[in-house]
């Protein structure tokens, strides 16, 4: 168990649909970080939080949004799905943003959309 | 913009073998580097880093050393086992403040009995 925790383990869905994807951090993280594994675009950074504040955005679409919690879970949304949207799902915390701060990742969510 | 490039694969090894995985990379500044691997049905799992030029990380029988001349970062094992079987992704860590990770496309290691 990394310590980070992500929810649900796997999701399928229909094109159109909207849904949310969960992780909680590490204990003592303040800084979550999303990407998207698919096979054709490779691992992809998304989105970054840090303390609840939208730090560093990626090849997000707008389609998809994201927001960190107070109690620092972070939730990522995606909407109006289409195929493509079809991957996994990575979350990750560090405790800083620094480069010498500790990265874990969650064991991920896989989307299938049909 | 900052950037990683591994190497194509399939590899595939007899066990036992000697791995090489390239990975060279584009950066501003002083990046941080990285090995992660991914296990069938797994989440990424560091490997090893490295955090400034000659700095070699270790790892498992893994090796991969800091080179800024030749801006690479190759992993190597002087002898593969099949549990050693993963997609192997190389990353950087800029040295800009937001500690997003940039991957290479990974590459899928087969070690064969």
């Known amino acids: 168990d990394s310590g980070v925790t992500q929810t649900p383990k796997h999701l399928i869905t229909a094109t159109g649909q909207r849904v949310t994807l969960r992780c909680s951090p590490r204990?003592?993280?303040?800084?979550v970080y999303w990407y998207q594994q698919s096979l054709d675009q490779g691992l992809q950074f998304l989105i970054q939080?840090?303390?609840?504040?939208?730090?560093a955005k990626g090849n997000i679409l707008e389609r998809f949004s994201a927001q960190q919690f107070p109690d620092l879970h972070s939730e990522l949304n995606l909407s109006s799905l289409e195929l493509g949207d079809s991957a996994l799902y990575f979350c990750?915390?560090?405790?800083?943003?620094?480069?010498?701060?500790?990265?874990?990742f969650g064991s991920g969510t896989r989307l299938t959309v049909v | 913009g900052n950037s990683v490039t591994q190497m194509e694969g399939p590899v595939t090894l007899s066990e036992e073998a000697f791995l090489t995985i390239n990975c060279t990379y584009t950066?501003?500044?002083?990046?941080?580097l990285f090995w992660y691997v991914q296990y069938p049905g797994e989440g990424l799992q560091l490997l090893l880093k490295?955090?400034?030029?000659?700095d070699k990380g270790s790892n498992k029988g893994f090796e991969a050393t800091y080179r800024k001349e030749t801006t690479s970062f190759h992993l190597e094992k002087g002898s593969v086992q099949v549990s050693d079987s993963a997609v192997y992704f190389c990353?950087?860590?800029?040295?800009?403040?937001?500690?997003?990770?940039?991957f290479g496309q990974g590459t899928t290691l087969q070690v064969k009995p």
């Open positions: 490295a955090t400034k030029a000659d």
């Open positions: 950066a501003t500044g002083y990046p941080s």
């Open positions: 204990s003592g993280d303040l800084s």
């Open positions: 939080y840090y303390n609840g504040e939208e730090r």
């Open positions: 990750a915390s560090s405790s800083t943003e620094g480069q010498g701060s500790r990265y874990t």
């Open positions: 990353a950087l860590r800029g040295s800009s403040n937001t500690g997003k990770l940039i």
